[in-house]
């Protein structure tokens, strides 16, 4: 069973901060990834860094929901590294899906999934 636990703490400055195990795994899943060639790869990994990063500097969305979009996070930084796949095409679409719902009402959220979903040609 994963391990999805969040700890909180605070920074040298008193701020609140949380780490999480999803968040080290998304990381993990994009770290890991082989640099591309392929501009339409590259492109794709850019985009899901920075809804990655979006979602984690969001104050509008509670720890829960940061934890399950990270999660789709993770799905879709897997599908990149194959996005001919019509395999992992689905697993981007399924993805993206349930990140739009999560992340509904938070524009640059949903910027980012807009261009992630023409990169993968979904729509």
């Known amino acids: 069973m994963a391990d999805n636990s969040i700890s909180i703490g605070t920074d040298a400055k008193g701020n609140i901060i949380q780490g999480s195990s999803v968040q080290g795994s998304v990381s ?15 492109e794709i990994n850019t985009l899901i860094q920075q809804l990655k990063t979006t979602i984690e500097a969001e104050p509008g969305l509670d720890v829960k929901s940061k934890e399950r979009a990270l999660k789709y996070v993770k799905k879709l930084g897997e599908a990149a590294s194959n996005y001919k796949d019509k395999d992992m095409k689905d697993q ?23 261009s992630i979903s023409q990169l993968f040609s979904i729509g």
């Open 28 to 42: 993990n899943t994009m770290n890991e990834m082989p640099a591309s060639t392929d501009l339409k790869t590259a």
């Open 92 to 114: 981007a679409e399924d993805a993206i899906t349930l990140l739009e719902k999560i992340l509904s009402g938070l524009k640059s959220g949903a910027s980012l999934l807009t």
